[in-house]
């Protein structure tokens, strides 16, 4: 699907954060596309409801349904004869990221909980996040390094002693065993669940 012909309609749709085309065949099967298989487009909304509600995962996200449907109205009146487009939510992908740190002498121990945690849900942020704090890239894995990278400018920690990433399951509040790194596939983006930070002053 032509980026500038997506970016076009877009524009006129309301209020999109973020998006990712993936030719059908290939987020399915992970083999080359079919070009008669057409695209699914997936759009996140400017929104920060989906990133505040388990409940809103359990359910898909149908908040934004109507802007979802205004996008793939538009796309259908300009789509190429022979083509199909499918306008979507991203699906998300639980992380936990627990720490344990040592706060620099005389510093509080509390205050560096606090923007401990702050840092990792704000790197972690499907809209905000990121390396480059432009918004989680799709299919982008969550790894270790995340952690380190995101508590970087915290002026009151001394050292990282322990860091650990967990799969998770907001719905259920389940987490999975520690890894090295959350695979998160084409159509997905990190949603963080109920990090942990333990300070040591």
Do not use: K
């Amino acid at each position: 699907m032509c980026v500038l012909f997506v970016a076009l309609v877009l524009g006129g749709c309301g209020a999109v954060a973020r998006t990712a085309n993936i030719d059908s065949a290939r987020s399915l099967s992970g083999s080359p596309a079919d070009p008669l298989a057409g695209s699914a487009l997936y759009v996140n909304p400017d929104s920060s409801a989906v990133l505040e509600s388990r409940a809103l995962l359990a359910r898909g996200d149908t908040r934004d349904a109507g802007l979802l449907q205004r996008i793939a109205t538009a796309l259908d009146r300009r789509r190429l004869v022979g083509t199909r487009v499918t306008v979507e939510p991203p699906r998300y992908r639980g992380v936990t990221v627990a720490l344990r740190l040592r706060a620099r002498r005389g510093r509080d121990a509390d205050q560096l909980t606090a923007d401990a945690l702050a840092a990792l849900y704000l790197w972690l942020h499907p809209r905000l996040g990121g390396p480059e704090g432009s918004g989680w890239p799709f299919g982008r894995p969550v790894t270790l390094g995340d952690a380190h990278a995101a508590l970087a400018s915290l002026a009151d920690l001394d050292y990282v002693e322990d860091a650990r990433l967990y799969p998770a399951d907001p719905v259920s509040g389940s987490r999975g065993e520690a890894a090295q790194h959350v695979e998160v596939a084409d159509d997905e983006l990190p949603f963080s669940f109920e990090h942990l930070v333990q300070v040591r002053a």
